[in-house]
Structure formats: structure tokens, C-alpha cells
């Protein structure tokens, strides 16, 4: 633990030693606001700036997403929005990593029940499995009344748990297919 402590000493020197001196420089009046400018430049040289909003929440914020040669290379918020002004929370502000992760899943996969192991699934494959266990787990839990005759027309059986990269108008439509199915266990990951 002593080397992991020394070997930080010199870093927090040095970087008390830098902040001391730009903060002794900002006192003296010197203007960041040009070696702000070149330096956003510099992160986004010979992209082409491709206006977006952020997929997170309902509010809708503007971004503006950096491409090279078809590829991501910066996401950040559009300081000409007149929602958010350039800001993004911190989900929006890592939006970049919901793009370019290289561990982030680009395939279906599955494991089968018993199994230790997944493996990939062609998506098609995947989505006739999920709905035909959908009807059979609905076919078998749905309850048109309860007992004394009073229409219920629901399974609990079902539960759906939506994440925060959904937005209003697919959550309106999952809530109207899942509602239509009698399912009354709805919730959305951004909301908790």
C-alpha cells in the first residue's frame, strides 16, 4: 500500500503546482475562452457535425454528434439548443459510450434453462421464442374475473421493465400492447 501511496505523491504535487499557477494566470486576467475554442476544434478536426438528440430521457436534449469516415468519434450537447444549451446530464453526457463500447452486446444471446453458457441467437429466432412464450405464459395466467365475478382481465404473471434509452412515443406504444394483453406490472428503469 506504502508504493501505491508514493507512487500518487508526485502526481498530486504536480497537479496542485498547475492549478496554483492557472489560478495565479486567471487572476492576472488571461482569457481561457480562445485555448477553450482550439482545443474543441482539435476534438472534432475533419468530422462532420451531424445534429441529434440525446435517446435518454423525455426532455429532448440537443447534441451534436462528430463523424469521421462513418464513424463516432465525439457526442456532445448543441450550445445552440434552446433546451439545453450545450449541457447534458450525466447519462447524455455519456452517451458517446452507448455507441462506441467494445462491450457492448451487438447480437442476441441466449442461455438455455439449465445452461452455464450463452450463446448467440439469430435475432428472428429470438423474437418468435419471446412471443410465443408471451402467449403461452398469458394463455395460462390470464384471469378474466376474480371470484366473486368482478371483470378483471389481467396477468401478473408478466412484468415488463423498459430502460432509460426509450422514449415517449415507444413507451406509449409498449404500455398499450402490454396493457392490451392484460399485463398490469408496467415500470421504466429512468423512472426509479
Given at each position: 500500500m506504502a508504493n501505491l501511496v508514493g507512487s500518487r505523491a508526485p502526481f498530486a504535487g504536480t497537479a496542485a503546482v498547475a492549478g496554483g499557477a492557472l489560478t495565479a494566470l486567471l487572476s492576472l486576467g488571461l482569457d481561457l475562452r480562445p485555448l477553450a475554442t482550439r482545443a474543441r476544434a482539435m476534438r472534432t478536426r475533419n468530422a462532420t457535425a451531424v445534429p441529434s438528440i440525446c435517446p435518454y430521457c423525455a426532455v429532448g436534449c440537443d447534441t451534436i454528434v462528430s463523424v469521421v469516415d462513418g464513424e463516432i468519434v465525439?457526442?456532445?450537447?448543441?450550445?445552440?439548443?434552446p433546451i439545453n444549451h450545450g449541457?447534458?446530464?450525466?447519462?447524455?453526457?455519456?452517451?458517446?459510450?452507448?455507441?462506441?463500447n467494445p462491450n457492448r452486446a451487438t447480437h442476441v444471446l441466449h442461455r438455455k434453462p439449465g445452461g452455464t453458457d450463452w450463446e448467440p441467437m439469430d435475432l428472428d429466432v429470438a423474437m418468435r421464442r419471446v412471443a410465443a412464450l408471451v402467449k403461452e405464459t398469458r394463455d395460462r395466467t390470464f384471469v378474466e374475473t376474480t371470484a366473486d365475478g368482478t371483470p378483471l382481465m389481467a396477468t401478473t404473471a408478466i412484468f415488463s421493465l423498459g430502460g432509460a434509452t426509450m422514449d415517449n412515443e415507444w413507451n406509449h406504444l409498449q404500455q398499450k400492447l402490454l396493457r392490451g394483453l392484460g399485463v398490469v406490472a408496467i415500470e421504466n428503469q429512468a423512472r426509479i
Open positions: 465525439n457526442i456532445e450537447g448543441d450550445v445552440r439548443s449541457n447534458l446530464c450525466p447519462k447524455g453526457a455519456a452517451t458517446y459510450q452507448l455507441h462506441v
